[in-house]
């Protein structure tokens, strides 16, 4: 029952990674928490359930644009969903709730504001609620990247009801905002679905940014023209100024930021979904509500504040599988202009969590590790290799240089100091500073005083960073740096370091983007049915990408299906949507 379910009302013919596991969980009224990368198919895993079970599924979001994006969606399917917001009339309220009575929905969705309203839990008690579902479920920590006070409150559900599943889905949870999210839902022996932080489909880059970075970007986006993207900046101003340069440079763009009038941001929100203009210029204020699933590119024009936000952003790119590409702009000036927000924070131990985050991003991108393999880390997961999907991972792009020597200067002076001090006093000894501390410890008296003076304390700091990153160093307690037995090799000799010539030079080297092969498909036919899919889309008034992918474009113009059943059996396509697409994309494609 569950795959005819999946192929007649979603178009798929198999499962992906984990669905199947969580689909099963909710069908045995099991309590669930999954954790599954953007595009990875959280929705499918709740609402297919729904679709089996009697009565109604209530779904807790964060976002009215996120909660419109699925009752939509939803509604397109021909499954009856309706959402609560403070957007809407008491009449229509009213309306909603009485046809939840009358069994006529099958998903209500709410905010979290709402469900810490006595007279909403009382109007739920009226129901036949089968399961809840707490999308966005990282919230509920304070140590996660949005953390939302009226999330905490959900907790409440087990309490008002006890013999109710509760499900939980996100796509960013390091183990410490995963046990929070147990803990704070009261998840009784719940199933706990953790799926691989990689996405194979995106490759990533970083760059130092060169000035406002415009160049750069638009050498990047001369890649992907005609193509749907996200360019996320830091300011309502730059998010203005920057769609401005873009359309004068050819291009289509509009902006999104929270400065905008509400109608204003609809409205350009619907002519992105709706592939009237291909490019998005916004702040984070273009978050969770979007579930566009044909969008090729991200580009961040500056250091996002933690990598959580970077890692649920670029999750925007080929939510559909195919191939897309992210690219991060950034320089040391984006770190002060993080930190200087965090004086506002009165709370230490949460304004220093913050700063660490911020440290890790930039981290991130200056490291030479494999972006991938970085991610996986820092959300407690594991990758061997990324298969050249990272520009830190393409041999033979970046010109390297020794930095041995310099390597051996700093593992003497810590041997030398016993591993008892941090960086900038081991800098300082490098340096030959005259600091009144150096100087009372008789630091000017060791072999290593002043052997350093060639390099900045910058460039110092980056040589450092890269022993870090290698493990040849370890940060002990009170961030002491510590020797580990990789670092004895360097000091014979017995091992030579390198570092990319660009950290040191902060030069900005073009990368070149190797791609997965890509489905083979007649190019002429896939934009004759984009094209009719554009024209239905304004008909019925829906995002395009409801009807379908360009992924599901791509496979129709690579088989040519000429009959119902031929159409059937390329992925993507259900009987539900052969219905009501099916014949009118027949006829483009045998014309």
């Not at 580009?299 to 990598?307: D, F, I, Y």
């Not at 010539?501 to 092969?517: F, G, N, Y």
Request: proline share 2%.
């Amino acid at each position: 029952m569950k795959y005819a379910a999946l192929k007649n009302n979603f178009g798929h013919n198999s499962f992906r990674e984990l669905q199947e596991e969580g689909v099963d969980a909710i069908l045995s009224g099991r309590d669930l928490l999954m954790i599954l990368p953007t595009g990875g198919g959280k929705s499918l895993v709740y609402q297919l359930p729904t679709i089996l079970k009697d009565g109604i599924s209530i779904v807790i979001s964060p976002l009215i644009a996120l909660m419109q994006d699925q009752v939509s969606a939803l509604k397109a399917q021909r499954i009856s969903a309706d959402m609560i917001s403070s957007a809407q009339s008491r009449d229509e309220v009213d309306e909603i709730i009485q046809k939840a009575y009358n069994g006529e929905l099958k998903f209500l969705y709410l905010s979290p504001e709402r469900l810490n309203n006595q007279a909403t839990i009382a109007m739920l008690r009226g129901l036949n609620i089968n399961f809840f579902v707490v999308d966005e479920a990282h919230c509920i920590s304070q140590w996660g990247h949005e953390f939302r006070d009226d999330y905490r409150a959900l907790g409440n559900l087990r309490t008002n009801f006890p013999n109710t599943s509760i499900c939980a889905f996100t796509a960013t949870s390091t183990d410490h905002v995963t046990d929070d999210i147990l803990r704070e839902l009261r998840l009784e022996n719940p199933l706990l679905l953790k799926g691989k932080i990689f996405r194979k489909n995106i490759f990533i880059s970083a760059q130092r940014r060169v000035s406002n970075g415009h160049l750069q970007l638009k050498a990047f986006l001369h890649r992907h023209k005609n193509e749907s993207g996200i360019i996320y900046v830091s300011s309502r101003k730059k998010a203005e100024e920057l769609s401005i340069y873009l359309n004068t440079n050819g291009y289509k763009s509009l902006p999104y930021h929270a400065g905008l009038p509400q109608h204003v941001r609809e409205q350009n929100f619907k002519i992105f979904v709706n592939d009237k203009v291909n490019i998005m210029v916004a702040t984070i204020a273009f978050g969770m509500g979007i579930d566009k699933s044909d969008i090729r590119f991200v580009a961040h024009m500056s250091l996002p504040k933690s990598l959580e936000n970077y890692y649920q952003e670029i999750g925007r790119a080929g939510r559909d599988g195919e191939d897309s590409e992210v690219l991060l702009l950034f320089n040391a000036g984006d770190i002060a202009q993080h930190k200087r927000f965090l004086d506002e924070i009165q709370n230490g131990e949460y304004k220093e969590h913050l700063a660490q985050k911020i440290d890790k991003i930039y981290k991130y991108a200056t490291g030479e590790i494999c972006f991938h393999k970085q991610l996986a880390e820092y959300f407690d997961d594991t990758l061997d290799e990324c298969m050249d999907r990272c520009d830190n991972c393409m041999q033979g792009d970046a010109k390297k240089q020794s930095i041995t020597k310099e390597a051996q200067m700093i593992l003497s002076a810590i041997y030398k100091t016993e591993q008892n001090f941090g960086k900038n006093y081991i800098i300082d000894i490098l340096r030959g500073s005259k600091e009144q501390k150096l100087l009372a410890n008789g630091a000017d008296r060791l072999s290593v005083y002043g052997i350093g003076t060639d390099l900045s304390k910058k460039e110092w700091f980056v040589v450092l960073e890269r022993l870090l990153e290698l493990k040849i160093l370890l940060l002990g307690e009170f961030s002491v740096l510590k020797l580990t037995q990789e670092a004895a090799d360097i000091l014979r000799g017995k091992k030579e370091l390198f570092i990319k010539s660009s950290r040191l030079e902060i030069a900005v080297k073009e990368k070149k983007v190797k791609r997965d092969e890509a489905v083979d498909f007649d190019e002429e036919l896939f934009e004759r049915l984009r094209i009719k899919r554009t024209q239905m889309a304004s008909e019925l008034k829906v995002p395009a990408y409801i009807i379908f992918s360009d992924k599901v474009l791509k496979n129709l113009a690579s088989s040519k299906p000429c009959d119902k059943i031929s159409m059937l059996e390329v992925n993507g396509v259900g009987e539900k949507k052969f219905e009501q697409f099916g014949e009118q994309f027949l006829e483009v494609i045998n014309p």
